[in-house]
């Protein structure tokens, strides 16, 4: 079972350049959800869906995009990355509204 | 926006020991879930507790949801070496979906 995919595992972007962090789930899960994790801040949500066609803004949403066009995949654009986008990002699914997250392996990623 | 506050921030700690950590909230939350993140890995669940006053266990670990469903606990007894990583609380309220994340708490084991 691959559960939930994210590539690339790894990326440096410089500032200005815009990129697309891929998301795939095989669990045919309704929810999907991405987070960037900061040292010392915990997961923060950047965006979220409940299902295909259905996006909604997380806590930290500013230079984010998101669609979701089919069950499986979420991917997450940056418009034009800043220094500050630099994190570690994770894509999480679930099947239903309480059922519980499952995340992927993350995406680290360096603006220089 | 809610917050959680998760305690301690990190533990350094000899093999053997047990460990205590928790989380407390300025609201009222239905769920409340622990998760471990091992380095370069995601976070993976470790309990789920759905009811004030509840208690549960996974091996070593042992967590329960606050009576005042402000605050969770989790302990680890005997800790080993394979038990580092950062260990988060999340807690959920009403219908939401979407979980609230503490900041974690880095736990580091001497052998």
């Known amino acids: 079972n691959a559960g939930v995919t994210q590539t690339p595992k790894f990326q440096v972007l410089k500032t200005g350049q815009s990129m697309t962090l891929q998301c795939a789930q095989d669990?045919?899960?309704?929810?999907m959800s991405w987070y960037r994790q900061d040292p010392g801040m915990g997961l923060r949500l950047i965006h979220y869906?409940?299902?295909?066609?259905?996006?909604d803004q997380g806590e930290v949403p500013n230079g984010y995009n998101v669609s979701r066009s089919t069950t499986e995949d979420f991917p997450l654009r940056l418009l034009s990355a800043a220094p500050s986008q630099t994190s570690v990002y994770f894509c999480?699914?679930?099947?239903?509204?309480?059922?519980?997250?499952?995340f992927g392996q993350g995406t680290r990623l360096t603006v220089v | 926006g809610q917050q959680l506050n998760q305690s301690p921030q990190s533990m350094f700690i000899q093999e053997g020991e047990d460990v205590s950590m928790n989380c407390t909230s300025s609201?009222?939350?239905?769920?409340w879930l622990w998760y471990k993140q091992d380095p370069g890995e995601g976070p993976v669940l470790l309990i789920a507790?759905?009811?004030?006053?509840e208690l549960t266990s996974n091996g070593r670990l042992t967590a329960q949801f606050g009576i005042t469903r402000k605050d969770s606990f989790l302990n680890i007894s005997a800790s080993i070496p394979s038990d580092v990583g950062i260990y988060f609380c999340?807690?959920?309220?009403?219908?939401?979906?979407?979980?609230?994340f503490g900041r974690g708490t880095s736990l580091i084991v001497h052998p």
């Open positions: 999480a699914s679930s099947y239903g509204q309480i059922s519980e997250a499952f």
């Open positions: 669990m045919n899960h309704e929810y």
């Open positions: 869906s409940v299902g295909a066609g259905i996006t």
């Open positions: 609201s009222i939350f239905n769920t």
């Open positions: 507790l759905y009811k004030a006053g």
């Open positions: 999340a807690g959920r309220s009403g219908g939401s979906y979407i979980p609230t």
